[in-house]
């Protein structure tokens, strides 16, 4: 049934910032390959309203895609500006952060990202690979366990296990991965 899918048959003239995004994000979800046509429409809906956050973001996804990590940042850093009340863009931009080695950034923009339900588990599982790489084992911990609590990622609970074992906890270690098997 096509009615669901209100703007279909209407000119991209007449589409709103959001009926663009819309289009754009249904492009991605339903096709899983039409990124370029995504793109085009967030681009569209940023012509209709520069700091629309919602294609901001989705631009900066697409970016990380490309591997272009400066241009995801920037998109990111627009989106947020626009909303600073959103977990997707505050989580991503840490990610980009800490690819691009900005590591104290990212933690900021990680800690921000965990506020926010949809972002928790995996803004503290990226909180506890920062630790673990850093040799901060104690907050890795804090930081392994807050995500599972939110989600039974097997990542969090292995890297969890992983870091037991480097503080010699092997009790705990085999227990964390107990915990996995058990799924």
């Not at 800490?98 to 506020?115: N, P, V």
Request: proline share 3%.
């Amino acid at each position: 049934n096509e009615d669901w899918w209100p703007t279909r048959g209407r000119k991209i003239e007449e589409m709103t910032a959001e009926e663009l995004y819309l289009a754009g994000m249904r492009e991605l979800r339903e096709t899983r390959e039409r990124f370029k046509e995504a793109e085009e429409y967030f681009n569209l809906a940023l012509q209709k309203d520069p700091e629309y956050s919602p294609a901001r973001t989705e631009l900066g996804i697409l970016k990380i895609n490309k591997g272009l990590w400066e241009e995801a940042e920037k998109e990111f850093a627009l989106s947020i500006r626009r909303n600073p009340e959103q977990g997707l863009a505050f989580y991503y931009r840490g990610l980009v952060r800490k690819m691009l080695g900005k590591t104290s950034l990212a933690i900021k923009d990680l800690f921000e990202a965990a506020k926010y339900h949809e972002t928790h588990a995996p803004a503290y599982y990226l909180l506890g690979q920062i630790a673990l790489a850093s040799g901060n084992l104690d907050d890795a911990i804090l930081y392994f366990s807050n995500a599972t609590h939110t989600s039974h990622s097997s990542q969090a609970r292995l890297l969890l296990a992983a870091t037991y074992r480097k503080m010699k906890q092997y009790e705990l270690a085999q227990a964390a991965l107990r915990d996995i098997l058990s799924d």
